[in-house]
T-cell receptor
Framework: NAGVTQTPKFRVLKTGQSMTLLCAQDMNHEYMYWYRQDPGMGLRLIHY???????AKGEVPDGYNVSRLKKQNFLLGLESAAPSQTSVYFC?????????????????FGPGTRLTVL | AQSVSQHNHHVILSEAASLELGCNYS??????LFWYVQYPGQHLQLLLK??????LVKGIKGFEAEFIKSKFSFNLRKPSVQWSDTAEYFCAVNTGGFKTIFGAGTRLFVKA
């Protein structure tokens, strides 16, 4: 199993350009997440999905859109990139847990995409 | 708002030293707690987790963490670190929804 993969690994954009980051998982996980990681701030949730065709906003959703047309893929789009979106982006997936809160479980992370917006 | 604090941003230890990384969270209800690790050039991966039961949790590679509800803490420990433990460590807290809050991370460097 490849686990969680992300493409591209690196990207440089100019302000105003658009791009799409692709996340794919082969573990048949129900839940998928997009995070950004900035120095001194840990990981912050951008958007997440609890199943094919569904998405929801996380902590920092502004400037991003997502789509989950297939269960194994979760796309993150930047329509008009800004320098404030320079960051490392991580995708993660998880399956249902067995505890009191079945939607809470270990997340499996991709390798990250380093995005620079000039 | 819920938050997670990791007190040490950078820690430098010599091999065989004991490790304790602090993690405190701000939420008064039921929590699910995680420690993740990111080794250089690798993905984040789970070290250990606490959902319920014994508050002393053992994880991979000799790590353990203790949940102290009265102190809102979930500190990570290892009795004797190795050079291969050099990594960044993230504490994370989930309060029951789909959103898990991560701390800012602690970079550990172990001198051989």
């Amino acid at each position: 199993n490849a686990g969680v993969t992300q493409t591209p690994k690196f990207r440089v954009l100019k302000t105003g350009q658009s791009m799409t980051l692709l996340c794919a998982q082969d573990m048949n996980h129900e839940y998928m997440y997009w995070y950004r990681q900035d120095p001194g701030m840990g990981l912050r949730l951008i958007h997440y999905s609890v199943g094919e065709g569904t998405t929801a906003k996380g902590e920092v959703p502004d400037g991003y859109n997502v789509s989950r047309l297939k269960k194994q893929n979760f796309l993150l789009g930047l329509e008009s990139a800004a320098p404030s979106q320079t960051s490392v982006y991580f995708c993660a997936s998880s399956t249902q847990g067995k505890g009191l809160h079945p939607w809470v479980n270990e997340q499996f992370f991709g390798p990250g995409t380093r995005l620079t917006v000039l | 708002a819920q938050s997670v604090s990791q007190h040490n941003h950078h820690v430098i230890l010599s091999e065989a030293a004991s490790l304790e990384l602090g993690c405190n969270y701000s939420y008064g209800g039921t929590v699910n707690l995680f420690w993740y690790v990111q080794y250089p050039g690798q993905h984040l991966q789970l070290l250990l987790k606490y959902f319920s039961g014994d508050p002393l949790v053992k994880g991979i590679k000799g790590f353990e963490a203790e949940f102290i509800k009265s102190k809102f803490s979930f500190n990570l420990r290892k009795p004797s670190v190795q050079w291969s433990d050099t990594a960044e460590y993230f504490c994370a807290v989930n309060t029951g929804g789909f959103k898990t809050i991560f701390g800012a991370g602690t970079r550990l460097f172990v001198k051989a």
